[in-house]
C-alpha cells in the first residue's frame, strides 16, 4: 500500500492513479483520510511509491503540487 499525502487536487492524483498501470504496477484507491489518500499496488514495494510519484511529477499539474508519497508495509 502507498500513502500520497497532499492537501490539494485529491481528485486529480486519485483519476490520476486509481485502476491504471504505471510501469507495470497497478494502483487502486482505496479510502481519504484527511490529507492521505490510500492506494493499493499489484507491488508492496518502495518502486509503487516512486512510480507513482514520478507519475504525478510529469502529470500536467505536478510541477505545481505539494505532496509526498510513501510505501507502507
Do not use: C
Amino acid at each position: 500500500m502507498i500513502i500520497v499525502n497532499m492537501p490539494l487536487k485529491r481528485d486529480f492524483v486519485k483519476d490520476l492513479l486509481h485502476e491504471k498501470t504505471i510501469d507495470g504496477i497497478t494502483y487502486e484507491y482505496v479510502k481519504t483520510e484527511q490529507m492521505k489518500m490510500y492506494f493499493n499496488t499489484s507491488e508492496e514495494s518502495e518502486r509503487a511509491a516512486s512510480v507513482a510519484k514520478a507519475a504525478i511529477k510529469k502529470s500536467e499539474l505536478g510541477p505545481a503540487l505539494f505532496f509526498m508519497v510513501e510505501y507502507v508495509k
